[in-house]
């Protein structure tokens, strides 16, 4: 079993995303850890990116910060090897085809494995180009995670039916940001996966308090958060790390 599935294993997953760099690189390896020993069962990590166009304001202005520090690809892969030395916490990736491109798909997903990232996420890559990238990503033993969102629904049980790690069920349209109101027909979509697959589901995009992220996994396997970490960071800076703590285990009791 992988050890992203392994998040998932007798219990609800929670997965915190933090902007990798965001004030600095420093920071971002100790909000890990401090994510981690709240109760964070996956970390994702984002490459911060120029035209992050799934992202909202916020995360938005968290890139826009880290590229501002001087963030590179090769400094969050080495900032990934140094939280290797005290963590094995499952870790993913949260970026663009641009940017993994650029970098080399094989260079890329080599340094994965080196430093031990378990997945990918990749908003902007079509199901239907997915192989180009899986074929380099299953030769370094990284699984790329596939996304399913409202507009998804006639193919639902086609992409959950291939899909690995686990799959990132986005909760409404639009970008990420903090919201009220989810999709209606979230718990639909979840029965389709059901029906071709038992491969985890964790919903993202708006969940942001306790009483959201229970109400999700009451449908789904686990809850993903990233604007509500990341504005944290936003208002905290380098002194985030003991409110991240006090977040993160507030939302992991409100789904134990």
């Known amino acids: 079993m992988s050890r992203i599935k392994n998040a998932f294993q007798n219990k609800k997953a929670f997965i915190p995303f933090i902007t990798a760099g965001d004030p600095d690189i420093e920071s971002t390896k100790e909000f890990i850890l401090k994510m981690e ?82 997945g990918v996420i990749i908003p902007d890559l079509p199901y239907e180009e997915k192989e180009e990238v899986r074929g380099v990503a299953l030769k370094y033993q990284v699984e790329v995670i596939s996304l399913i969102a409202p507009t998804s629904a006639n193919r639902v049980k086609k992409i959950a039916k291939d899909a690995e790690g686990f799959l990132y069920t986005v909760s409404s349209m639009g970008v990420t940001g903090v919201r009220n109101e989810f999709n209606q027909g979230l718990k639909g979509m979840v029965e389709d996966v059901r029906k071709v697959s038992d491969i985890p589901v964790a919903i993202g995009f708006g969940i942001s308090t306790p009483a959201q992220a229970k109400e999700m996994t009451e449908i789904a396997d686990g809850v993903i958060v990233g604007s509500a970490i990341v504005n944290i960071v936003a208002k905290e800076g380098k002194n985030a790390g003991d409110s991240l703590f006090k977040y993160v285990k507030e939302m992991k009791d409100a789904i134990s």
């Open 37 to 118: 020993e709240a109760g964070a069962d996956l970390i994702e990590i984002g490459i911060p990116f120029s035209d992050p166009i799934a992202e909202g304001p916020v995360i938005q202005a968290a890139d826009i910060r880290a590229l501002a520090s001087g963030t590179t690809t090769d400094k969050i892969f080495d900032m990934v090897e140094e939280v290797r030395e005290t963590t094995q916490i499952p870790l993913a990736f949260m970026t663009y085809l641009n940017p993994v491109f650029h970098y080399g798909y094989d260079k890329f997903f080599q340094r994965c494995q080196e430093v031990k990232i378990d």
